[in-house]
C-alpha cells in the first residue's frame, strides 16, 4: 500500500523560505514520476513541480527561479524547497505519484502573510 506523507508547511512572512518533505512507504520512489501540488482556496488543484525518475524537473511559471524539488532515493524522500516566497504561494501542498493510479498525501498547510 502506497503511503505518502507530507510534512514542512506553516506560517512564513513574505520573502521568507520552507522545505515541504514527502516520505513514501510502499513504493520506491526513485523509479517514478514525483510532484508537488497546490491548492489554494476557492481554486482548482495545480501542479507545481515534478521530478522524473531521471531526474529531469519541471516547475510551473510562478515558481521558477523560485522553488526547487528534490529527492532522496535512499530516504524515499522527495522535497520542494520554496524561496522567496510570496501571498499568492498560499495553499495546501499536496505530494502525488502515479503507480496504478492517483495516489496523494494528506497535504500540508503552508501561508504567506506579514
Partial sequence: QVQLVESGGGLVQPGGSLRLS???????FSIYTMAW???APGKQRELVAS??????TSYTQSVKERFTISRDN???TV??????????DTAVYYC?????RDHWGQGTQVIVSS
Avoid: H, T
Fill in 22 to 28: 514527502c516520505a513514501g512507504s510502499g513504493i520506491d
Fill in 74 to 76: 535512499a530516504k524515499n
Fill in 37 to 39: 501540488y497546490r491548492q
Fill in 96 to 100: 502525488y505519484v502515479r503507480r496504478y
Fill in 79 to 88: 522535497y520542494l524547497q520554496m524561496n522567496s516566497l510570496k501571498p499568492e
Fill in 51 to 56: 521530478m522524473a525518475s531521471g531526474g529531469s
